[in-house]
Structures are given as structure tokens and as C-alpha cells.
């Protein structure tokens, strides 16, 4: 009985194709490992160039606010306001004459003390930072600091 | 096929000794030391910048909120040379009249020769103001703007405002100027790291510039990176009144002018608290143009004199020495003292201002006349130890603790010490061979004024951080004679005074106080009768005082004598300052409280 044995496994041309998806199949894992790496990555960017504005955006309300409070000190700085007063025509007490004014006690009148300080202790300092040290640091640090941190919390 | 397989074979091994070689090469370069410090070095000069950054500078408020320092916003405008060298001429046209700079500075700042490692960038001004960088804003946009003929866009293409840039950058300002500048001090914008000088810019740098961080900032944009929080420098409101201070400032001004004095200083204290409510000096500068300090300012008249610059009070020391008298029960105040004119001791005589002997005196006719004399005898009767003593609970000895920088004191020599000898005791007694500076006075006389309760003298009322305020609280710091002692004391001066120097009276409200006329020593010479300190310290009202004022006029030519420049100068300032410290005078108390209301030219409203 005569019999026929094959020489390949099989045929050459499936081989091929079976050698052409495996690549292919590499290649899309790595195109997708490498697509969510640059979706993260442009999400990142993003992320950052928000933040650099709002920064700049911080830094020039910051110096917007000390330059205003300023002009407002300018504005009602001594001379500027006696020079105003004067230009509407008052003129200064003379302290000699005792005729052109008049003392008298108001009941329940505080002393300036504080109250007009209260303005004083609004001044706006800079903002903090609404960017949680989470998404600054890395997961490297951030297991440090947590396991140190509880290490330190245990003892 | 078979050659196709062994192909394939060589390939597969060419390329795995291709990627192992790459494997372990990147292995070698990621734990090799010298490798990592290479990438570190690279990566310090191309991947990261480092600057410095600091927090806005708190400010500086009087008493009322109003901003004695704050800070403004101003702009460094500066070519860059790479692209201004070649029409520096058009540069400066734009830039000169929107700048108000000099057309020739500019131009030769635009073209200075572009170099890489030696001249990047030449900068013209640091104080551009918003709307100059708005109108230069402007004329670039014009420029881009404009239509070109073919033949022009190819000639002048270059000339254009692209090389003019600018930064943004905060100053320090002083909106009130020279208003109280000696007790603000001034902190050099130009150059910052210089620190802060005088003052309380000074005093309270530390707390004023916030913080100051070095930060390394990733090139990387992939690297996620943020300013740290920056909280701004706490901020300090100042016990003065600014409308206050400027009239003592004015006064104090046109008497160094008028007197040809070297220098002036007023201060108005609270005795009940401490509180600085005016401390002015004359002369002043700008703070804004704070570099003319050196000019102005020497060792022997300093920035300012209130707490800077021991002096030999004279006569107006007279007051510690009648008051440790009294409080010791070495005297009375009618106790007599016969002048003889002249009080001597180890065969040195002292003499009386004058030369003259008054005969009898009592205590008050020794203040009237100012005899040094009495005031000698007196010091011998308390004794040299406790004499001493006195001064020490006086606080005479060591600086006040004021918040300013710079606060100086002259040690006293007592018993024992080098420069002591037994003439020391009578000369110290009426203020000579004695140093002291007029804070240190006014805290003194600030017991005579409060019981003899001495209160720390502070100029900060309280200072503002970003998370909580801290406000002075008045402290007293001795009791260094009897509340009856303060009472005594003070009648007994508010008494003197009518005689001695009627022109510091203020018109409706009864002062206690004391002239003083210091001669100073000249090296080689000695004691100068026509070079003196001419000093007044004041307090009222005499029943129940509110105010202490000094008063200092150094070396003035015009007239030496204490009770005649520095005595009416006190009442001018006072008379006017009352109202501002919201005082009423005897006469308007009397008119409120009791049913007669005294008539003006009367002096019953002295004794209500």
C-alpha cells in the first residue's frame, strides 16, 4: 500500500500568514500600549499648559493686586489728598483758636483702636495651589512618604 | 529555501546581538556612576531651569490703614541685540519719546555688537511704566500693521520693534515719600539682595520679604510642575498717625531750617501705653530715592536720631535726677538749697548755666532756674549707688527694645568702671558725661507721666501674617519710683515750668516739663558753650497726662538755648497735634464737666 506523507506541517503560504498575524498582533499590542502612553502624555501636556497659564495668569493678578493697592496708597497719600482738600477750598484749622472748633463727647464713641485695621488684615496673599501633591509626585515617592508615614504612625 | 532559512537565521542573530548590545548598553548607562552624573550634568544645563522666587513683600500701614510702603509694578524693557544691531537709529526714533529716554543712549544700546557668550541683551529701563508698555505695544502693532511696497518689503523688513521685550517686576514704593521715611527705613529695589536698611524694613525683614525659595523648574513639558505656595510677607501697621506725623514733621523741619540746626527730632509717646504716636526727624529722604541715604546721613547725624544717636541731654536730665530725689526721700519739694553759685568737688567747682548764685532755692526754684548746683547737691544726697540705680530702673542702661533697627545706647559709667571718677556723680545729675537718646528719654519720662509705671515704647501696633495677626500688647517694663513720686514730680515741673520756659505753655491745657541746653565736647577743646543740644521734654495734661513729647534740636546756630527753640517748638506742635490725638484741652474738659465754663483769657481751667 503506497501512502503519501506531507513535506511541510503546513502549507508554507499558512505559515506565512500565521507569521504575518503574529507580528501583526505585536505590532497592534505595542500600537496600543504606545497610543495610551500618548493619549496620557498629551493629557499630561495638556494638564501642565492649564496650569502654566493659570500660574501666569496667578502671578500677573498677584502683581495686578499689589500694583492697584499701591496706586489706591498713591491716590490717598497724605500730600495727593491735602492737596485735593485744599483745591476744594477747605482750608486748615487754626489750632490757636480754640473758637473754630469744639470738642464734644459722644456717648458710646469707641477709639478707632482696630476696627480700621480690618481692612488691613484682607490683604490677599497669593492663592494656594490647587494642584494636589498627588499628581506632582511619583508613585515612588508617594509610597515613601504613605509607608513612612504610617511606619511613623504605628510606632 | 534553504538559503532563504539560513538568511532568516543570520538576521534573527544579527538583530538579537543588535537589540541585546542596545539591552545592555542602556543597562550600563542606567547604574554606571559616571554615566548618571553625564546625564545629570546634561540635565541641569537642558532640562531644568532654576530660579529664585520670592514672595511679594508685605506692606507698611499707619495707624489708620493707610499704606506707608507697598509694592508696585514696573517693567524692565530690553533689546535683544541679535536683532536691534541693525537699526538701532529706527529703535530709538519708537523708543525715545514713549520712554523719555535720550535718543543717542538708546541707539547706541541697539547696537551694541551682538555676542553669543558676552552681549545677548541690553536693557534700557526697569521702571517702564504700564502705559509705556501699552504705547509700545501700539506702535508694534502698527508697524506689522503697515503696507510695504514690494521695493521697501524687501529693504526694510527688518525694521520693526520685534527686538524690543520686556518682564514684568515688582518694587518696592513709598506713596507718602519722605513721610515718616527715618521709622520705615527703606529696602533697595535696584538691588534686592542688599536687604533692607533701617527702620522697620529693616527690623522686620524677615518677616516683611515672606519667603525666598530656590526652584528647579522641568523643561520637560511632560513633567507636571507647579509653583510652590508663596504666602506674601505678613504685613505691619505702625502706631503712628500719618496727619500727626506730618505736622510734627513740618514743625520740626522749618525749626532745623530756621535755627540752622544740624538735625531735629520730635517724638509724642503715650505714657499710659508706650505707643510712638509721632517720631520725626529731620533731615529725611525719599525712600524712593533711597540711594541719597549717604548723602544725607553721617555718623555724627544719623538716619534717626531718635533712636540711633546717644547725646548729652543737658537740663532736660534733670527731671530723672529730681525724680529719684523725691522718690528716695532724699529731698522735698520744700526743701531749700542755698546757691552759693558754684558746688565744689575734689577741688573741681561746678557752676550754674549762667555763672550766677541764686541764693535759697527751693526744689522747684532749683527747676525754675536750672541750677546745677542743686541738682549736684541732690544727686549726693540719693547717694552714688543708688543714684545708679535709679538709672538703671529708668531703663538708662540698655536700649529701649523699640522695633526699629539700629537702636543705640551709651553704657553709663558707674562706680568701678574706667571712665568714672566722683566728678561723674554731680555731672551726670544734670545730664553731662552722660549719653542717652531721646527714646530712652521719652520712656523715662513716660513713668513720670503714668504713675511711675514705665511702659515698653513700641511703634507696631500689630503685624498681619497670611494666617493670623499679632497685635502689640502694652507692657510695662518697671516701676521705677511711686505712683505719689510721679505726681509730685510733675506738679512740681507743670509749677517750674510757668517760670522757667513760659514759651512751651500750651494755651488751654496745663504741661509739666523741663528745657535742657547741652554743651557739647569738641575733641581737644572740651565743653562748647556756643555748640549745644538744644532739648525740651513735655508732658500733659499735668492732672492726668496723656502725651509725652521730646523735643531735640542739634546743635542750632541761630539761637543755642533750649527753653528758646526747643520749648516753643513743643507747645506750636502739641497746640496742634492735641486735636488730632483726639485730647481736649483743660478748658473744653472744664466746659463739658462742670457748670462754669471758664472764660478764655482766664486760667481757672488750669484747676478743675
Redesign the interface.
Known sequence: MKTSQSAYRLAPWRKQIQNILNVLIALIFIASITMIYLYC?AQ??K???E?QVL?DERS?L???I??N??????I????EM?KRARQAGYIP?D??D?EV???L?VAGFQ??S?S??N???Q????P??I?KPE??ESLQRWLKENVSIKKSGDQ | MNRIDSRLKFLVIALSIFFGGVFLRILYLQTNASAIALKESIGESFEYMTLEIN??RG?I?D??????A????SYTVSLKLQTSNTHGEFIANYLAPILNMDHEVIKKSAEIKFDEKKAVEMPLTNFAT?EQIEKIEQVKKFLDQRELSSFESKTKTLENLDSVVYY?N?HR?Y???D?ASNVIGFFPFLNPSAGASYGIEQFYDEILSGHSIEHRFSLD????????????GA?V?LTID??VQ?IVEDSIKEAVVNNKAKSGTIIISNPKTGEIMAMATYPRIDPNEYWKSSEVFTKDNRFNPAVMQPYEVGSVFKVITLAAGIDSGAIKPETVFNDTGTYDIMGVSIYNWDRGAWGPQTMIGCMQHSLNTCLSWIAEQIGVDRFYKYLDAFGLNQPTGIQLAHEEYYPISKPGDNYWTPISLPTNSFGQGIMTTPIQMITAVNALANGGKMMKPYIV??I?F?DH?E?TQPEMIGQPISAETAKTVTEMLATSLEVEASDSLM??TRIAGKTGTGEIAKEGVGYVLSVTNASFVGWGPADDPQFVAYVWLQEPLVNIWGSEVSAPLFSEVM??V??YL?L??D???AC?YTENCPS?DSDEYHYW
Open positions: 502624555s499630561m501636556t494638564m501642565k499648559l496650569i500660574h500677573s498677584t502683581r495686578m499689589a500694583d493697592l499701591t496706586q489706591e496708597g498713591q490717598t497719600s497724605f500730600f491735602e484749622i489750632m490757636y480754640e472748633y469744639t470738642y463727647p477709639d478707632e482696630f480700621s485695621l481692612g488691613v488684615s490683604i490677599n496673599s497669593i494656594v495651589s494642584v499628581y506632582t | 514672595s511679594e506692606n500701614y495707624r489708620q490703614g493707610y499704606l506707608l507697598g509694592n508696585s509694578v504700564k514684568p515688582i514704593y506713596p507718602n515719600k513721610l513639558p511632560n513633567v507636571p510642575d507647579t509653583i510652590p505656595d508663596m504666602p506674601k504685613s501697621v500719618r496727619k506730618s501696633k500689630g498681619y497670611d495677626a497685635i494755651e488751654y497746640t496742634e492735641q486735636l483726639h481736649p484741652t478748658r473744653q474738659l463739658i478764655k
